[in-house]
Nanobody, 124 residues
Framework: QLQLVESGGGLVQPGGSLRLSCAASGFTLEHYAIGWFRQGPGKEREGVACISSSGRTTTYADSVKGRFTISRDDAKNTVDLQMNSLIPGVTAVYYC?????????????????WGRGTQVTVSS
């Protein structure tokens, strides 16, 4: 069973930045596509950014394009999400599930290994 651990969340002011990190527990992320998804209070879980298993392609939700960057470092066995220009009032738990040999498509039902997530709160 895939186990992934998200970290890096916290409270940040509007316009600020955060860098989330996703680490694999007990297996290597190489050959796995990784998706960053988020779920706010009372909202459905949505795909934010995804990176293919090869690392060559990425996909972003329209709401975060130009502000978020997903990247992977297979040597460190991590996938990060750099979030800049964070919008006020966006509070969500961020998750990073995985899918073996997959494209950069943020299809929620295709991914596995949903961890506890990391809380991100944007507020002044």
């Amino acid at each position: 069973q895939l186990q992934l651990v998200e970290s890096g969340g916290g409270l940040v002011q509007p316009g600020g930045s955060l860098r989330l990190s996703c680490a694999a527990s007990g297996f290597t992320l190489e050959h796995y596509a990784i998706g960053w998804f988020r779920q706010g209070p009372g909202k459905e879980r949505e795909g934010v950014a995804c990176i293919s298993s090869s690392g060559r392609t990425t996909t972003y939700a329209d709401s975060v394009k130009g502000r978020f960057t997903i990247s992977r470092d297979d040597a460190k066995n991590t996938v990060d999400l750099q979030m800049n220009s964070l919008i006020p009032g966006v509070t969500a738990v961020y998750y990073c599930p995985a899918r073996l040999l997959f494209e950069a498509r943020c299809v929620r039902t295709a991914f596995d290994g949903w961890g506890r997530g990391t809380q991100v709160t944007v507020s002044s």
